[in-house]
């Protein structure tokens, strides 16, 4: 991963079980799997389906999780605000938005430019790239999804 700090991760499925483990000792996934449990418990208590995520800070080591993957951080090292766009970001909705704006953009430029376009007429030439950017706009303004971090 490209994330400042990082030393592993461990990925758990809903039942708390490991997926995936990297880099991580054994001590490190029965923590984070008590926790699952301990705020998944405490959030039902509060009235919520279940916890969306935590962070624990130590001096030398932090441990983020959300979505089912806990990221282990050295702290000083860590730049918070990049770890937390790798949580909160939908990847593939704003990669697919780029690509739709990039499409809308040569849309744009074949309407204005070229001849390519020339059987519509003038004005419905123009309304394929214009719905591709809206869409484009939309799916890159939706990318960020409703786990929005709050710690």
């Known amino acids: 991963m490209k994330i400042k700090g990082y030393l592993g991760h461990i990925k758990v499925n809903d039942k708390g079980e490991v997926i ?17 449990e301990k705020g998944n418990q405490e959030a039902k208590e509060l009235g919520f389906s279940k916890m969306n995520g935590f962070a624990m800070m130590g001096s030398k080591k932090s441990l983020a999780f959300m979505k089912g993957e806990a990221i282990l951080v050295e702290t000083s ?71 929005a971090y709050r710690l």
């Open 20 to 36: 995936e483990k990297v880099s991580v000792d054994e001590k490190l996934a029965d923590i984070l799997k008590y926790n699952i």
């Open 77 to 147: 090292k860590a730049d918070w605000q990049e770890l937390f766009v790798h949580y909160v970001y939908l990847k593939g909705w704003l990669a697919l938005g780029i690509v739709l704006l990039i499409l809308s953009i040569a849309l744009y430029y074949m309407a204005l430019a070229t001849a390519y376009l020339d059987y519509f007429a003038p004005l419905p030439r123009l309304y394929v790239p214009t719905l591709i950017l809206i869409i484009s706009l939309i799916m890159i303004l939706s990318s960020k999804t409703r786990f």
